[in-house]
């Protein structure tokens, strides 16, 4: 880790600050650009629920591949909005609309996780430099590519739930969501390198899950 | 990319410094296709195609999921139940 990176880890996870309201620079979209935000910040609550219409499908998405249940999902997506509606006046467009309500939920999803002690360790453990990954030679698997014309919808989600809690994070918000770099070590507070780093730990991670013989995946 | 070298060639530790750089190098989408590393080692050509392809089904297969329609009205009810109890 070289002087400039941050720690390798996310434990500033465990608080991350709440939407920045004014310290973000990049993409932003006032909100004057928007008129339903407008609306909304306003209290309007016809324009709030044209809002809910516009997110649902990608904070949903988000809590449910996180927690991995629907109830808990449901939960999540409405304390996101409700945390959402609470805070949508102080929105000032320093960032796009969008990246501000995702750091919202990630924030709502982690306090979830932290609350259950299980998938806070594994957030830890994955967010630790020296993991098995990192040595050399670990990833290869094998000299062919197997994957490819293999994988199906199931077989993945499947795959994306055994990862371990800050890897799937990370995967879900970079190839998932669509996430840049840069978007991602604002939103979970690490630097760059790290966001890129703990991306290629977790496609390795599922590389080796999605390897593995069936036989071996139905042992408890 | 075309030849198919011996993965018994591989040499341990140019494996090992190329995975180093790899997330650095997928992060910034460089064209790896004409790194000299890969042109003669089929352990991380394998290993470089079966990350991309990772990658691609992430994106294509895990769609964005549709709520419960019931979701909604629920979120309006706890809106409204805390307006009620603020204005209180």
């Known amino acids: ?220 | 990319m075309s030849a198919t070298p011996d993965p018994a060639n591989a040499n341990p530790a140019d494996c090992a410094a190329f995975q180093a750089q790899l997330p650095e190098l997928i992060g910034s989408g460089a064209d790896l296709s004409s790194h000299p590393h890969l042109a003669g080692c089929a352990l991380c050509q394998a290993l470089l195609a079966d990350l991309e392809t990772i990658a691609e089904a992430a994106r294509q297969l895990l769609a964005p999921v549709e709520p419960p329609d019931q979701l909604w009205k629920q979120i309006e009810s706890a809106i409204r139940e805390e307006e009620q109890t603020s204005a209180e």
């Open chain 1, 1 to 220: 880790m070289s002087s400039t990176e941050q720690p390798d880890h996310l434990e500033s996870a465990s608080a991350l600050p709440v939407p920045a309201l004014a310290g973000e620079q990049e993409g932003g979209v006032a909100p004057a650009a928007d008129p339903v935000l407008q609306r909304a910040q306003a209290g309007d609550h016809q324009a709030f629920a044209e809002l809910y219409a516009r997110h649902k499908r990608r904070i949903y998405s988000l809590c449910l591949r996180m927690v991995g249940n629907s109830a808990e999902a449901e939960d999540l997506t409405q304390e996101a909005f409700l945390q959402l509606h609470r805070k949508i006046s102080t929105f000032r467009g320093d960032s796009a609309f969008s990246t501000w309500l995702h750091r919202l939920t990630v924030n709502v999803v982690l306090m979830q996780l932290r609350r259950k002690g299980l998938q806070l360790i594994s957030l830890d453990e994955a967010m630790e430099p020296g993991g098995p990954e990192d040595g050399p030679g670990r990833s290869f698997g094998g000299a062919d590519p197997i994957l490819a014309g293999t994988l199906d919808r199931l077989t993945l989600e499947h795959a994306v739930a055994d990862l371990p809690t800050g890897y799937r994070l990370i995967f879900l918000l970079h190839d998932v969501e669509g996430y840049e770099h840069n978007e991602i070590a604002t939103l979970l507070d690490c630097s760059v390198g790290n966001s890129k780093s703990q991306l290629h730990k977790a496609r390795l991670r599922l590389r080796e899950i999605l390897r593995r013989p069936a036989s071996e995946e139905a042992q408890p």
